[in-house]
């Protein structure tokens, strides 16, 4: 079946403007992760949802990044005013929550580059 | 929270030599402790997991061992080949997923 998909694969943007990030996850799957990973470092959590709970927000580096899930599946991860820090892969993750393994499965990943 | 540390951040080794990362948690409701491996410009994806009730699984050239006790767990990889070298990402979660952390990973280069 089809896996985690993200869109755009790439995204050059200039400093100041907003950019969206979509993520698909697996049909059926109730939790999604968000991650930014920089050039050789690890994946650093940014957000997490959870079948209808709030969502948790800690990982969010500040105010202009924010994120929503519609319906419960697709989840979009919006950063307002992009800073060349933002520069970076973004991953999102799906899980189908069975109480024993809890297998993420990764996106490929949207590369963003801040000019 | 859930802390995750991992140990070495670098590792060389020869072709057929064996390979083991550390990893030590601080939250002991984690129960789920996976491993990631990551090749270069690729996703992570999932090679071996344990829950804690497990001490150890062993999957062909890979296997796992948990010491719930002192909150560390290992992966160790036997007669390595060049195609495992990556970077490989330790991790621990709750029963359903929440505070899902990572360590910071370890990049094993295997030399031919």
């Known amino acids: 079946g089809a896996g985690v998909s993200q869109s755009p694969s790439n995204k050059v943007t200039e400093k100041g403007k907003d950019v969206e990030l979509r993520c698909d996850p697996i049909?059926?799957?109730?939790?999604l992760y968000w991650y930014r990973q920089s050039l050789g470092q690890g994946l650093e959590f940014l957000i997490y949802f959870q079948g209808n709970s709030a969502p948790d927000k800690s990982g969010l580096p500040s105010d202009r990044f924010s994120a929503e899930r519609t319906g419960g599946s697709v989840s979009t991860l919006t950063i307002q005013r992009t800073q060349q820090e933002d520069s970076a892969v973004y991953l999102c993750a799906s899980i189908f929550i069975a109480g024993a393994y809890n297998e993420q499965f990764f996106g490929p990943g949207t590369r963003l580059t801040v000019l | 929270g859930e802390n995750v540390e991992q140990h070495p951040s670098t590792l060389s080794v020869q072709e057929g030599d064996s390979a083991v990362i550390k990893c030590t948690y601080s939250?002991?409701?984690?129960?789920?402790f996976p491993w990631y491996k990551q090749e270069l410009g690729k996703r992570p994806q999932l090679i071996i997991d344990?829950?804690?009730?497990?001490g150890e699984k062993k999957d062909q050239r890979i296997a796992v061992t948990l010491n719930k006790t002192a909150k560390h767990f290992s992966l160790h990889i036997t007669e390595t080949q060049p195609e495992d070298s990556a970077v490989y990402f330790c991790a621990a979660s709750g029963d359903y997923g929440q505070n899902f952390v990572f360590g910071p990973g370890t990049r094993l280069s295997v030399l031919p």
């Open positions: 344990i829950r804690s009730n497990v």
């Open positions: 049909s059926g799957h109730t939790a």
């Open positions: 939250d002991s409701a984690s129960n789920y």
